[in-house]
C-alpha cells in the first residue's frame, strides 16, 4: 500500500465527514490486512497529528493487526459467553490444526487470533473464518469448518 493509497482513504473519508484517525487504521487494515509503522507515520502527517498519538490510538484497540493475515484467518471468540462455554477446547483443536497445516505446507496459509467479542454472545462459542462468522460451535462444527477451509470452501452453510 502506498503513499498515494494511504492519502487517498484520508481524502475520501475527510469528504464523507468522517475525520477519524479510528477509521482511517480501520480502511487501512481492510484493504492490506494489517497496519505497518509506516503506515501510521503517513496517516499522522495527513492528519497533522503526532506519530505517537497515532501509534497509541492503533496499539490500544484490539481490533488492529501489525502482522500480516493468511489467506485464511480464524477469530476465536474469547469473550465471557463464549470463554464460559469453550473450555478451550477449540482454541487448542485450531492451534494443533494450524500447525499442523501451516508446517506440511510450508507457506502459513493458516493463522489466528484470540479476539474479545464477535457479538453473537447469544450463540457461543463462537468463531470467524476470514468475515464468516460460525456459532455454537463444538468439536463436530469445528471440524467440519477446518474441512470447508482445507477444500477452499467457505460457502456451505452449516445448521
Ligand atoms: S462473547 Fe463470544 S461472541 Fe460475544
Redesign the pocket.
Known amino acids: 500500500m502506498s503513499q498515494t493509497d494511504i492519502k487517498n482513504i484520508v481524502e475520501k473519508l475527510k469528504a464523507n465527514g468522517v475525520g477519524d484517525v479510528i477509521k482511517v487504521l480501520q480502511s487501512v487494515q481492510v484493504q492490506l490486512g494489517y497496519i505497518k509503522y509506516e503506515h501510521i507515520k503517513e496517516i499522522a502527517n495527513l492528519l497533522k497529528m503526532p506519530e505517537s498519538k497515532v501509534f497509541g490510538i492503533a496499539t490500544y484497540y484490539s481490533q488492529f493487526r501489525f502482522k500480516p493475515i493468511a489467506k485464511y484467518h480464524i477469530k476465536i ?1 474469547n ?4 470463554h464460559v462455554n469453550d473450555k478451550y477446547y477449540l482454541l487448542e483443536e485450531i492451534e494443533r490444526w494450524i500447525k499442523l497445516k501451516n508446517s506440511d505446507k510450508k507457506n502459513n496459509q493458516y493463522s489466528y487470533e484470540i479476539v474479545d ?5 447469544a450463540f ?1 462459542p ?1 468463531l470467524a473464518v476470514n468475515d464468516k462468522i460460525f456459532t455454537k460451535v463444538d468439536m463436530i462444527k469445528l471440524k467440519k469448518i477446518l474441512n470447508m477451509i482445507e477444500n477452499d470452501n467457505l460457502e456451505i452453510e452449516l445448521l
Open positions: 471468540c469473550g465471557t459467553s463464549c467479542c464477535l457479538g453473537v454472545c457461543s463462537a
